[in-house]
């Protein structure tokens, strides 16, 4: 079974500061991860996605994203906090060769970042 | 660019009343998808269309009706609506290959 676990509701940071949002997951075969972004009244974004290849994948906004395959987590970071990057952030997980139906979002990590 | 229209974007119902969700999209994509969100439950799937033509049930498909019209449209009807379906309901497309592209949602209270 598919599962995927943000562990903390809520993040806080001050602006300037590095952030990091934890994700850990659990797929049967090779995981296909994603974060996304979901502003006040909006429909969730994409930031950024992890297949295959480079453990460090960059997206959208300066974000980026570690895979690290012992420790089963897919962390969101950003060297620098903006106030603007307040929002609620989801990880979500599938396997890689299952139907694109069978994807899995975490409960979401609210950040918010401090003037 | 339009990506993911729905209707409407607000809407209270009174308990046993029915009504359909609209959802467009203009990307010439073959995936769409309902999903209901709730607070800290993530998003939850509904209903899954692979390609015009087909559907199939979600996670929490009691309750719920879909139609895929067309390759663009995808409708979310509720029959007799429950104050449990009381929720945020969005839909999104994709190509073959996730990622998912949604649309602003519609907030839906049922009394």
């Known amino acids: 079974a598919q599962s995927v676990a943000q562990p903390e509701d809520q993040v806080n940071v001050a602006e300037g500061n590095p952030l990091t949002v934890k994700c850990t997951y659990s797929?049967?075969?090779?995981?296909?991860l994603f974060w996304y972004v979901q502003y006040p009244n909006r429909g969730l974004q994409f930031l950024l996605k992890?297949?295959?290849?480079?453990?460090l994948v960059k997206g959208s906004y300066g974000f980026e994203a570690e895979f690290n395959k012992s420790q089963t987590s897919f962390h969101l970071k950003k060297p620098s906090a903006l106030v603007s990057d307040s929002a609620l952030y989801f990880c979500?997980?599938?396997?890689?060769?299952?139907?694109?139906?069978?994807?899995?979002f975490g409960s979401g990590t609210r950040l918010s970042i401090r003037p | 660019n339009a990506g993911v229209t729905q209707t409407p974007k607000f809407q209270v119902l009174k308990t046993g009343q029915s009504m359909t969700l609209q959802c467009a999209q203009d990307m010439n994509h073959n995936s769409m998808y309902w999903y209901r969100q709730d607070p800290g439950m993530g998003l939850r799937l509904i209903y899954y269309?692979?390609?015009?033509?087909?559907?199939d049930k979600g996670e929490v498909p009691n309750g719920y009706n879909v139609s895929r019209l067309n390759k663009r449209e995808f409708s979310l009807r509720l029959e007799s609506a429950a104050p449990s379906q009381t929720s945020v309901y969005f839909c999104a497309s994709s190509p073959q290959s996730q990622p998912q592209h949604f649309g602003d949602g519609t907030r839906l209270s049922i009394l």
């Open positions: 269309s692979a390609s015009e033509g087909t559907t």
């Open positions: 979500a997980v599938r396997d890689l060769y299952s139907s694109a139906s069978k994807i899995i």
């Open positions: 992890y297949i295959t290849g480079d453990n």
């Open positions: 797929v049967s075969g090779n995981p296909y």
